[in-house]
């Protein structure tokens, strides 16, 4: 069952990741009524919303572009970076809109990064169990049998159950530095009405990909509690 439910959402997960892909490169291709590349567009964003101590910045890859709180940077891939359309308007002003989220002390955004050091240890835990159960499970699982699968399937609940809320957390931090982006770059006159429509379909697709690890994550954990709650009849 769980070899299932990996595979139905790898499925998804490969095609709205292809989906958003196809949206970037077809809508990298229709120049900015504004000329302004995603650069330019970031710095002024930043800029409009009194934001003077974030860089921006190029890094590599394609669609690797994120705001790292650590040391303020707003990193954008070449596309995006030099890239003077809608899609990368989109990106580079929703990257932004994180900036601007850390700056006003956005309060999913806050709880979010609250959680990050539990959601590494959870992951890291998941792993450890998985490695173990592949290489020792059956001297793992015998003896006592029972009681030593039901204390790992609370481990393991316990672990999804974080992961599970950190990705539901993601998604209001994800759609608001959206909402904000989309707001910016209308009011700004960064693009016309046509350019904004592809903004906003850009930006949906992205935000699909979270919404499909969140719902993931979700089927997993309920999957385990099931699996629990079985055992115990």
Not at 76 to 93: E, F, M, N, Q
Not at 149 to 164: A, D, H, Q, S
Not at 172 to 183: M, N
Not at 206 to 219: E, R
């Amino acid at each position: 069952m769980l070899i299932l439910i990996l595979i139905v959402f790898g499925i998804i997960s490969f095609a709205v990741s292809r989906k958003l892909k196809s949206k970037f490169r077809k809508y990298s291709q229709i120049p900015l009524s504004a000329n302004l590349s995603g650069r330019e567009i970031a710095e002024l964003m930043l800029r409009d919303n009194g934001i003077n101590d974030v860089k921006v910045i190029s890094v590599e890859g394609q669609l690797t572009d994120h705001y790292n709180p650590m040391d303020k940077t707003v990193n954008l891939s070449p596309d995006v970076y030099h890239g003077r359309s809608a899609a990368a308007a989109a990106v580079a002003a929703h990257e932004c809109g994180h900036a601007i989220q850390h700056a006003t002390a956005y309060s999913m955004l806050e709880f979010r990064s609250a959680m990050v050091p539990i959601q590494n240890i959870s992951a890291k835990i998941l792993n450890i169990i998985f490695m173990v159960s592949i290489f020792g499970g059956m001297f793992l699982f015998s003896g006592s049998g029972g009681a030593n699968w039901n204390m790992i399937l609370l481990i393991i609940i316990g672990c999804y159950g974080v992961m599970t809320l950190f990705t539901f957390v993601t998604l209001p931090v994800e759609f608001d530095a959206s909402k904000r982006a989309l707001a910016w770059i209308k009011d700004r006159n960064i693009v016309n009405a046509g350019e904004h429509d592809m903004a906003k379909d850009a930006l949906k697709w992205a935000a699909m990909t979270y919404v499909v690890v969140a719902i993931g994550s979700l089927v997993t954990l309920l999957y385990y509690i099931s699996l629990f709650l079985g055992n115990r009849d």
